[in-house]
């Protein structure tokens, strides 16, 4: 199970910290991701971290977002800095893990112009 927090209104060039706390998987060596699903758009990868740590970004966000992890809480974060309307979407956490895929319920990010 995938429950993340951390969502809500911002205004544009504001930061939020989302998390993702999970449960029933063998965390440390889960892949962790977000993905993010725009306004009428497919849900697209965002920011991903490997269990040993490594990341990788879109494009869209190299340079604002951080993506971490924690494993002795087995929670996963992205901090969204200098974000911009375009960022709006619901978040979603996923868990990839012996094989398994893994996906959170999703928490709204409102960027306000």
């Known amino acids: 199970q995938l429950q993340a927090s951390g969502g809500g209104l911002v205004q544009a060039g504001g930061s939020l910290r989302l998390s993702c706390a999970a449960s029933?998987?063998?965390?440390?060596?889960?892949?962790m991701a977000w993905y993010r699903q725009g306004p009428g758009k497919q849900r697209e990868l965002t920011a991903a971290?490997?269990?040993?740590?490594?990341?990788n970004y879109a494009d869209s966000v190299k340079g604002r977002f951080t993506i971490s992890r924690d494993n002795a809480k087995s929670t996963v974060y992205l901090q969204m800095n200098s974000l911009k309307p375009e960022d709006t979407g619901v978040y979603y956490c996923?868990?990839?893990?012996?094989?398994?895929?893994?996906w959170g319920k999703g928490t709204l990010v409102t960027v306000s112009s």
């Open positions: 971290i490997r269990s040993g740590g490594s990341t």
């Open positions: 029933g998987l063998i965390f440390s060596i889960a892949n």
């Open positions: 996923n868990a990839e893990n012996c094989g398994l895929n893994y």
